[in-house]
Structure formats: structure tokens, C-alpha cells
């Protein structure tokens, strides 16, 4: 059986792309800071695929400071991903997310934690103030966000980030959303409960440089649009009535032109500005169309958002269920839980034997391995022979299960013995 994993009171989420100037100055305000709130925390630092040097310092923070774990993405998959990895192997109570280069400062927990404690709120989020900002950018950054807010379903506020600390209760909410195009700011504010806000002024990077373009800016603001309301497509069908409109107008205008004055040859200017109109307007509405199908096509392949290729701990799965597999596995753990708990009152060989049928139909063949080897051990000492061979049927599944294609998730081939104690 899994040994009970110590109880850790917070847990921070650090996305890493290409860090390694700022990881030492961030361990170090890290632990002065994180140690003065709480003994049980720890720190999740998700390499991204980095070039640099960030996943061998990595591997040395951890050596130096067990509390740092790190896991280490097959590729650069972004930071929404890097996050959701983070997000998925959090043990905490609290989990807070931030960013390497202290931008966002750690010292800003300490007034965020006890909002959260209070247990009026859910979400504690720092918003930026833009007192030194430029103008021109902070009159782009109204612009955006209002055009936003009329557009997506959910209310999202200027200055305000990834920097936040949810609950139990919200990350649970975030893993269950199995979809793929993930735009984090908007499922925070999609997911509601009860959030507050803490303001701070704007931070400069200690060290390194902003992995942000405006190129990526901009592609993050139409995931922003996209992600969260067909209103695009709704104003494609407005801007085809209108401009059909136009075009009949126009047309009676030419109409009564030529009954009055007679007729005469259009012209050159006004069919190539015709033309040229609506050929743009129609390389726009197939924009649109052409994204929304993209998106559907990403969600119907179902492939993972990450895929880990090193991590700190060990029997590490190598990616992480979203949605409703999500769901299931947390009824799993609970299960092996309570099968912990009652321990004394099963035959251990039986226990051993249902939770490895239980992972099996969950398609992780590793764990289910661990648990039907040590059952079938169990039985043949006992001289069970009818459970012995069901083990081994199951060893010779689970065997088998990398081979094939993973099957989708079906609750009813768990163990009828599982449920029955589940029920």
C-alpha cells in the first residue's frame, strides 16, 4: 500500500521557461519568505521545456531543498500547460501560482493567505496597478479589456494575472474542465466562488528577460475572445447582412443613376474598391470560421496538455486526467484511502487484489502491476489457486495495456467487489 505522503498546508505553482538567471534569487526569497508563513509547504517548479540551464539547477534546488519539487515537460507546451501541471500534483490546502522572475512578489502571500483562511473567499488574487505604466500602454490595456468584457461570457479585470492562491475547493473545480484551448484567466473567473483582491505596484524582472512578444500578446488575446463565446461568428452573419446591404444599396443607386442621367460605363476605382472589400470581408468571416474549427479539432483528438518527462518524485504519471477521468481517479484515491483506514478488518491479499483491478480499468497498468503482483504473492502463500490465476490474468492485461490504444474511461469494469464496498 502507498504510504500516507505528509500533510503540506501550501503548495506554490511556478511555471519556468528559460530561468536559469532568475532560480537563485527566487530560492532564496522563496524560502525566507514561505518558511516565515508556514513549516509545510512546498514549491512545484515546472520546467517547460526549457534551453538553458534551468532543469539541471533544477535537479540541484531539489538536491539542496527536498520542499522544491520540480517536474520537467517533455517539450514546450506553454504556460498554460505548465500551470495545469503544477495544479495537478499540488498536495496542499492552498495552492498559489506565480511566476520565476518575482514579478510577482512573494512577499504579497502574506496578506493574501489570511483573506483565504477567513473562509469567506475561494480565490485571492493580486491585481497590478499601472501607476508607472506608459500611457499608451496602459490606454491599450482599457481598451482591450473593455472590447473583452463585452465580447466573453465572464467579467475579466485589468491588472489582474495568474498571481493567485485558490483553495482545495477551486483547483478541484479548474482539474474537472477537460477542455483543451485553455485560457486561464478566463476559466478562473468562469469557475466563480467567492474571490478578493489584493493590489500591489508593478515589479521589474530581477533578472533575465520577458519571454512575451507582441506576437504572442496579440494570439493570446484572440484565445481570450474565442474561448469563451461564438459572439465572433454572431458578428460575422451582422457583417454579411450589412455589407449585402451596401451592395443592394448601391446597386438602386446605379439603377436611378442610369434612368435619370442614362446609362454609363462603371468605374475602374469603384469595382476594384468593390472587389477588394469584399474579398477582405470574406478572408475574415473564413478567419473566424477557420479558428472555432481548429479548436473543435483540437478537442475531438483529446491529446493531453503536457506530457512529463522527469520529475523529483517517483511513479509519476506521465501526463494528468482532466474532466471527468479527473473526477474518477479522485474517487479512486479516496477509495484507497479508505481501503488504508480499514485495513484491519480486510484480508489484505483481497484489498490488494480490488485495487489493482480498480487501476487496471483506470488504463494505469503501472500502480495496477505493483498491487496484483503483491496479491497474487499473498494467495499462492495461502494456497488460493482460483485468485492466483485472476491475478495473473490481470498481471497479463495490464502487461498487454501500453501496447494497445488506451481505452475510454467505463466506471462499470472496476472490480464488482470494489463497488460493492464503495456503494
Not at 199 to 212: I, L, M, P
Not at 285 to 297: M, P, Q, T
Not at 306 to 327: Q, Y
Request: glycine share 6%; net charge negative; aromatic share 6%.
Amino acid at each position: 500500500m502507498t504510504s500516507m505522503s505528509p500533510h503540506i498546508s501550501l503548495s506554490v505553482v511556478i511555471p519556468c521557461y528559460n530561468e536559469e538567471e532568475s532560480l537563485p534569487r527566487l530560492v532564496e526569497v522563496l524560502e525566507a519568505q514561505l518558511g516565515a508563513l508556514t513549516p509545510d509547504y512546498e514549491v512545484i517548479l515546472v520546467d517547460d521545456g526549457s534551453r538553458d540551464r534551468t532543469l539541471p539547477m533544477l535537479r540541484e534546488v531539489n538536491r539542496e531543498h527536498p520542499r522544491f519539487r520540480y517536474l520537467s515537460l517533455s517539450r514546450n507546451f506553454g504556460k498554460e500547460s505548465a500551470m495545469l501541471a503544477g495544479l495537478s500534483h499540488a498536495r496542499g490546502d492552498r495552492v498559489a501560482i506565480m511566476d520565476a522572475d518575482l514579478q510577482h512578489p512573494p512577499s504579497l502571500l502574506a496578506e493574501m493567505l489570511p483573506l483565504l483562511d477567513s473562509g469567506d473567499y475561494s480565490q485571492v488574487v493580486a491585481r497590478r496597478t499601472r501607476t508607472n505604466d506608459p500611457a499608451v500602454r496602459t490606454a491599450l490595456s482599457r481598451v482591450y479589456y473593455k472590447l473583452m468584457n463585452r465580447l466573453v461570457d465572464v467579467q475579466l479585470e485589468d491588472g489582474v494575472g495568474d498571481f493567485r492562491v485558490l483553495d482545495k475547493m477551486a483547483v478541484q473545480a479548474l482539474m474537472t474542465l477537460g477542455e483543451t484551448n485553455r485560457f486561464s484567466k478566463g476559466l478562473f473567473a468562469w469557475i466563480g466562488f467567492p474571490t478578493s483582491v489584493v493590489d500591489y505596484e508593478n515589479v521589474s524582472r530581477e533578472a533575465g528577460a520577458t519571454k512575451w512578444r507582441m506576437r504572442d500578446l496579440f494570439n493570446y488575446g484572440i484565445d481570450g475572445v474565442v474561448s469563451f463565446n461564438y459572439r465572433p461568428l454572431r458578428m460575422s452573419i451582422w457583417l454579411g447582412l450589412l455589407v449585402t446591404m451596401v451592395a443592394v444599396g448601391y446597386a438602386l443607386w446605379v439603377l436611378v443613376d442610369a434612368i435619370v442621367n442614362g446609362n454609363s460605363v462603371p468605374g475602374y476605382v469603384t469595382t476594384i474598391c468593390a472587389v477588394t472589400a469584399l474579398g477582405g470581408v470574406q478572408l475574415v468571416v473564413l478567419g473566424v470560421i477557420g479558428e472555432y474549427l481548429g479548436r473543435i479539432y483540437a478537442e475531438t483528438k483529446q491529446r493531453p496538455l503536457f506530457l512529463l518527462k522527469e520529475s523529483s518524485e517517483t511513479d509519476v504519471p506521465v501526463t494528468s486526467a482532466l474532466g471527468r477521468e479527473h473526477e474518477a481517479l479522485q474517487r479512486l484515491e479516496l477509495a484507497r484511502s479508505a481501503y488504508a483506514a480499514l485495513h484491519r478488518y480486510l484480508a489484505v491479499a483481497d484489498c490488494e487484489e480490488h485495487i489493482g483491478y480498480a487501476l487496471l480499468a483506470l488504463d494505469r497498468p503501472g500502480a495496477a502491476v505493483e498491487h496484483l503482483s503483491h496479491a497474487r504473492t499473498l494467495h499462492d502463500e495461502a494456497g488460493r489457486t482460483d485468485h492466483v490465476a485472476a491475478c495473473e490474468a490481470g498481471l497479463s492485461a495490464a502487461h498487454g495495456q501500453r501496447e494497445r490504444p488506451r481505452p475510454a474511461l467505463d466506471l462499470p469494469r472496476v472490480a464488482p467487489p470494489l463497488r460493492a464496498r464503495l456503494s
